[in-house]
């Protein structure tokens, strides 16, 4: 092999690891090294030699991206990836084990023991497999969007910004100043002031399950009926009109999680956290009347389904058959409106007695 | 320990690459190409591996602190670089830091009662 050949060799090794603009460049300025090192050093080979591994080489050109996530966005990375998995992982998992334990085909013969370990077991593997599945998109999701905000230099500092000045909105300091100064120092939230992160993660979590079981599983929400060698549910909603009531559920649902994820972001009863829940508590409520009180939410035909599920071995009780869906109603909205209305309060008592800070020392 | 060898050159490495950028804008005052600037870095007492100062430079130059044009006249077409006003501009500002830092360091370990 000669010199010339060694050259374009070594040269090929190096660029074709950079990007494609810099190439003809790159390749151009190791011409002129070689050859002025090969003057110095007396062989090509020599040169090479010094200048060591190509792959080597090319690394030390890429320098500035050789990292998938930066300091800058690792802990806000780290935190995201932490929360985001450990709901969908939970989610996922409660889901599929229901799904896979009441499966139809393991409960259609004599409900044995055998068949019950035989469900179990098909419901712990689906949910295994599938949360497995889920953890790994969840990281890859969640990497390549902070990969992506890596590569695009997406400024997350607007919003340390605001961290810095929770209490920005009494403290009249402005959310747009992005120059620290110690007066953006919120003060130490009063030990009761601290939002647990364990309750905003519990509920996320829930909400997701709620969420899934809603969207894929609506006939879960029923009456499971067993009859010798058939297991019937009966749906207690209106599959019919389901792709009406299912939005406004969602909705719902969104609205308070939204509400969640602000408190754990937020870490601490302030007005911030307060009029979010008051909006969110306010968006719930109307879902929820729509739901109940507009929309057709009930199955019409429920005390029908049930009967014949039943097959006349035993006799359900009236209240089931001819369940008064609209007292129902009543009753589920006004135990949802109170469990609102407390949250809202127990929210607004705790932000002004003690998350506006000014007295947080005279408290404790 | 082998760990121990190891540690110091990644420690002396960490220490070298921050005088380096310093290193470089100083020599650039005239244009200069790759290798001379190796050499003429050499001559002084300072050491930098071609395929550290070739990468080096050319970030350099996305940064805006250095320029480059090529020569074609001569025998092999050669990328001259050379400092830019931003660049000297910088340059200065480095070595006045630099100067405070070595000023700093001094008192902290050059003093008599410096232990070793």
């Given at each position: 092999m000669n010199d010339k050949e060694l050259i374009e060799r070594y040269i090929y090794q190096v660029v074709r690891r950079l990007p494609k603009g810099q190439r003809e460049e790159v390749s151009l300025e190791l011409q002129e090294l070689i050859g002025d090192m090969a003057e110095e050093e007396g062989s090509v080979e020599a040169t090479l030699i010094k200048l060591g591994d190509p792959a080597e080489f090319a690394k030390k050109y890429m320098d500035d991206s050789r990292h998938l996530i930066g300091p800058a966005y690792y802990d806000t990375y780290l935190m995201v990836l932490k929360i985001a998995m450990l709901c969908a992982v939970i989610a996922v998992f409660v889901v599929s084990l229901a799904e896979g334990i009441i499966s139809r085909e393991l409960w259609t013969g004599d409900a044995d023991v055998g068949r019950v370990v035989l469900a179990l077991i098909s419901g712990f593997s689906v949910a295994f497999s599938n949360t497995i599945n889920t953890a790994i998109g969840v990281f890859g999701i969640v990497t390549l969007v902070f990969a992506i905000m890596e590569r695009q230099k997406v400024d997350l500092d607007s919003k340390k910004g605001k961290n810095w000045s929770v209490s920005?909105?009494?403290?009249?300091?402005?959310?747009?100043?992005?120059?620290w100064t110690p007066k953006n120092l919120s003060p130490v939230p009063h030990n009761r002031a601290i939002i647990k992160r364990s309750e905003s993660i519990v509920n996320i979590i829930f909400i997701v399950i709620f969420c899934v079981l809603l969207i894929f599983a609506p006939r879960f929400f029923g009456m499971i009926v067993v009859d010798g060698d058939l297991v019937q549910t009966v749906p207690i909603f209106n599959l019919e009109k389901w792709h009406v009531i299912l939005p406004f559920f969602l909705i719902s649902l969104l609205v308070a999680m939204?509400?969640?994820?602000?408190?754990?972001?937020v870490g601490r009863y302030n007005l911030r956290v307060m009029f979010s829940s008051i909006i969110s508590g306010g968006i719930q409520i109307v879902c929820d009347v729509f739901i109940l009180k507009v929309l057709p939410l009930w199955n019409p035909d429920f005390g029908i389904e049930l009967e014949n599920a039943i097959n006349n071995n035993y006799v359900p009780p009236d209240f089931l058959v001819n369940f008064d869906t609209v007292s129902v109603s009543d009753v589920i909205l006004a135990g949802l409106i109170i469990i609102v209305a407390l949250e809202i309060i127990g929210t607004v008592?705790?932000?002004?007695?003690?998350?506006?800070?000014?007295?947080?020392?005279s408290i404790t | 320990m082998g760990g121990d060898k190891e540690l110091l050159e990644s420690l002396q490495l960490e220490l070298r690459r921050g005088t380096l950028i310093l290193s470089v804008l100083s020599q650039m005052k005239e244009p200069k190409y790759g290798y001379a600037l190796v050499q003429s870095l050499l001559e002084k007492g300072i050491t930098i591996d071609p395929n550290t100062l070739y990468p080096l430079l050319r970030r350099l130059e996305s940064q805006g602190l250095l320029e480059s044009e090529w020569e074609t006249g001569g025998s092999k077409p050669r990328k001259y670089y050379k400092r830019t006003d931003y660049g000297a501009r910088i340059y200065s500002e480095l070595l006045d830091e630099w100067n405070r830092m070595t000023q700093a360091m001094e008192k902290l370990t050059g003093g008599e009662d410096n232990e070793r």
């Open positions: 920005d909105l009494k403290d009249n300091v402005s959310e747009k100043n992005a120059v939204a509400d969640d994820i602000l408190r754990l972001v008592y705790k932000t002004l007695r003690y998350g506006l800070g000014k007295d947080a020392k | -």
